[in-house]
């Protein structure tokens, strides 16, 4: 009776050794396929890799594992379009600019601006030598060398002699050639007739000349 409990149980170990024998056999066969699989599922995985890193995007470490989500790619450098600043021409006047400096610097550059324009007025307004000459019997003014602004009209001339001769009437002359226009600046006219630096008005009390 043991000898048949004995052989039952030998069968049943070498029953069980031959299933084992051949589940691993099943497996191992089976091993090549998943193999294969593996190896196209990170040949995929690489050409979508690649195919990221020609459109510029990278993909994070969860990508690699399918497990990441849309915020993990990120663009590897930004458009050029949506960064680009427009370029726009600086207009020659600068007020509007003025407006927005600080009250000391706007009150700054305009005393700056102040003291440049009385710099270039004096620059172009400067005194101007007249020699009067009397012609006839008019009086002789004393002193017979005066100045006056060169932005005054010629006209002024003739209203100071008119004072000082005390007389209603007076005919002037530039260097006894000919009668200015009253209109004319003494500075014009000093500087296309001046003789050693100064104006020669010629008057007399009738018309010299013409």
Avoid at 21 to 37: F, K, V
Avoid at 88 to 102: A, G, R
Wanted: with cysteine; charged share 20%; hydrophobic share 30%.
């Amino acid at each position: 009776m043991s000898g048949m409990l004995l052989e039952s149980e030998s069968d049943h170990e070498d029953s069980e050794i031959s299933s084992g024998y051949s589940e691993n056999g099943r497996l191992m066969s089976q091993d090549p396929l998943s193999l294969s699989t593996g190896n196209v599922m990170q040949s995929r995985l690489e050409q979508y890799s690649k195919r990221l890193s020609q459109l510029g995007l990278a993909a994070t470490d969860g990508d690699s594992n399918g497990d990441g989500t849309d915020n993990d790619i990120i663009p590897s450098e930004y458009d050029e379009e949506e960064i680009s600043v427009p370029k726009q021409e600086v207009p020659m006047t600068t007020s509007l600019i003025l407006d927005k400096l600080p009250p000391t610097t706007n009150e700054f550059l305009h005393q700056l601006s102040i003291k440049e324009m009385e710099q270039d007025i004096e620059k172009t307004v400067h005194k101007i030598q007249i020699k009067f000459q009397p012609i006839g019997s008019i009086p002789l003014i004393t002193p017979s060398v005066c100045t006056i602004s060169s932005q005054q009209t010629f006209s002024m001339i003739i209203l100071f002699l008119k004072k000082r001769l005390k007389v209603e009437q007076v005919f002037c002359y530039i260097n006894n050639s000919f009668a200015p226009n009253p209109q004319q600046t003494i500075g014009s006219l000093w500087s296309q007739f001046k003789v050693n630096d100064e104006l020669i008005v010629s008057y007399c009390g009738t018309v010299a000349f013409g």
